[in-house]
């Protein structure tokens, strides 16, 4: 039995991207800290009936029409994977159905052989954050791949 830590992975960095400033800032904050030219999976996860993203250009849609939420969910992630291009990744998009979205990050990201996740965190704290629970905190408790968490700029 090998003593050696797991090897990194060479797969995509899995942005979690709600269409948020703070997802912007994330994609930014990664293009900073990482080498331009590396593999991007832009990812939005979505529900019908609980949003769960800002779509792209502010579109407005009945949320009752899952279609409508899914191609809106589609729109946004290709937003952010136009975002990420920018920031020198190579992205694609991906929109996925399922809930809680923490745990469809982690799944994707698994699946994908992530090399890393890269998301924004909204920093509720007090008992906002204690009932809702933060997607950032409970994709870097749960997920086995390295996290990146970028925070709201003072």
Same mark, same amino acid.
């Given at each position: 039995?090998?003593?050696?830590?797991?090897?990194?992975?060479?797969?995509?960095? +899995?942005?979690?991207?709600? /269409? #948020?400033?703070?997802?912007?800032?994330? &994609?930014?904050?990664?293009?900073?800290?990482?080498? =331009?030219?590396?593999?991007?999976?832009? !990812?939005? +996860?979505?529900?019908?009936?609980?949003?769960?993203? &800002?779509? =792209?250009?502010? !579109?407005?849609?009945?949320?009752?029409? &899952?279609?409508?939420?899914?191609?809106?969910?589609?729109?946004?992630? =290709?937003?952010?994977?136009?975002?990420?291009? /920018?920031?020198?990744?190579?992205?694609?998009?991906?929109?996925?159905?399922? #809930?809680?979205?923490?745990?469809?990050?982690?799944?994707?990201?698994?699946?994908?052989?992530?090399?890393?996740?890269? !998301?924004? #965190?909204?920093?509720?704290?007090?008992?906002?954050?204690? !009932?809702?629970?933060?997607?950032?905190? =409970?994709?870097?408790?749960? #997920?086995?791949?390295?996290?990146? &968490?970028?925070?709201?700029?003072?």
């Amino acid at each position: 039995m090998s003593t050696h830590p797991r090897a990194p992975t060479t797969g995509p960095v +899995v942005f979690a991207y709600d /269409g #948020s400033d703070l997802a912007r800032l994330a &994609i930014e904050e990664a293009g900073q800290q990482l080498a =331009a030219g590396r593999d991007g999976l832009v !990812l939005t +996860v979505w529900q019908p009936f609980d949003l769960g993203f &800002i779509p =792209a250009d502010g !579109l407005q849609f009945n949320t009752e029409q &899952i279609t409508e939420v899914r191609d809106a969910a589609e729109r946004t992630a =290709a937003d952010g994977a136009r975002q990420a291009g /920018g920031a020198g990744f190579r992205a694609q998009s991906l929109a996925v159905e399922g #809930s809680p979205s923490w745990k469809i990050i982690v799944e994707v990201s698994e699946a994908r052989d992530a090399s890393l996740i890269v !998301l924004g #965190s909204h920093g509720h704290t007090g008992l906002a954050d204690a !009932l809702l629970g933060s997607v950032a905190r =409970a994709v870097a408790a749960h #997920s086995r791949r390295s996290v990146l &968490i970028a925070h709201r700029r003072a």
